[in-house]
Nanobody, 119 residues
Framework: QVQLVESGGGLVQTGGSLRLSCAAS????????MGWYRQVPGKQRELVAA???????NYVDSVKGRFTISRDNAKNTATLQMNSLTPEDTAVYYC?????????????WGQGTQVTVSS
């Protein structure tokens, strides 16, 4: 079992920056692929950025060049650095860990942290 806690959200003006963090406990962080998702009311949760257990990364087109995902396996933490923020980035951001072991899929979510970008 893995427990995840996100932090670092808040209110920022257009063009500003925020750094979100995700702290994991209960199990080793290293075997998991990790992703940051976001969700706004009435819409489906979307994947923003991901980093695999091997360290490769990918991003949704709308955040490429602005957001950076990273992980520190020794500390069981992950970070999403968000720069050049716009109102379109306003959402609740969630940390996700997942991995496959044989026939089993393990999938864990944090409670979310609010990001609001004003004009």
């Amino acid at each position: 079992q893995v427990q995840l806690v996100e932090s670092g959200g808040g209110l920022v003006q257009t063009g500003g920056s925020l750094r979100l963090s995700c702290a994991a406990s209960g199990q080793s962080f290293s075997p998991y692929d990790m992703g940051w998702y976001r969700q706004v009311p009435g819409k489906q949760r979307e994947l923003v950025a991901a980093v695999t257990s091997g360290g490769s990364t990918n991003y949704v087109d709308s955040v490429k060049g602005r957001f950076t995902i990273s992980r520190d396996n020794a500390k069981n933490t992950a970070t999403l650095q968000m720069n050049s923020l716009t109102p379109e980035d306003t959402a609740v951001y969630y940390c996700n860990l997942n991995r496959r072991s044989g026939a089993n899929i393990y999938n864990y979510w944090g409670q979310g942290t609010q990001v609001t970008v004003s004009s």
